[in-house]
């Protein structure tokens, strides 16, 4: 399924130590699934997300029927790129010649 076009015009190019710590977040999930809290328990602020979606970095993914205020996002290419990972990686191990 492609990402929907979210990026607006101003987007910045690069997120915000905070967005940044969001969006990794996402990079070893099932899907790039995004979380709705941080570590602490506190919800991941809804300027963070916004921000996220507008520049391109998350997309949403479902609604969640049980908590319809709740934007469950995933991680776009995009938004693995502005974390310095492309998609589907890690590194890859490479014998010496």
Same mark, same amino acid.
């Given at each position: 399924?492609?990402?929907?076009?979210?990026?607006?015009?101003?987007?910045?190019?690069?997120?915000?130590?905070?967005?940044?710590?969001?969006?990794?977040?996402?990079?070893?999930?099932?899907?790039?699934?995004?979380? *709705?809290?941080?570590?602490?328990?506190?919800?991941?602020? +809804? @300027?963070?997300? #916004? =921000?996220?979606?507008?520049?391109?970095?998350?997309?949403?993914?479902?609604?969640?029927?049980?908590?319809?205020?709740? *934007?469950?996002?995933?991680?776009?290419?995009?938004?693995? +790129? @502005?974390?310095? #990972? =492309?998609?589907?990686?890690?590194?890859?191990?490479?014998?010496?010649?």
């Amino acid at each position: 399924m492609a990402d929907p076009p979210f990026p607006a015009a101003s987007a910045p190019a690069t997120p915000t130590p905070v967005q940044k710590r969001w969006l990794r977040r996402g990079l070893d999930q099932a899907g790039g699934k995004l979380p *709705l809290f941080w570590p602490d328990g506190a919800k991941v602020s +809804a @300027a963070t997300v #916004k =921000a996220c979606l507008e520049a391109g970095w998350a997309t949403p993914w479902f609604s969640n029927p049980l908590k319809p205020d709740w *934007l469950v996002c995933r991680l776009t290419d995009a938004g693995r +790129a @502005a974390c310095g #990972k =492309a998609k589907g990686g890690g590194s890859v191990n490479r014998r010496p010649a």
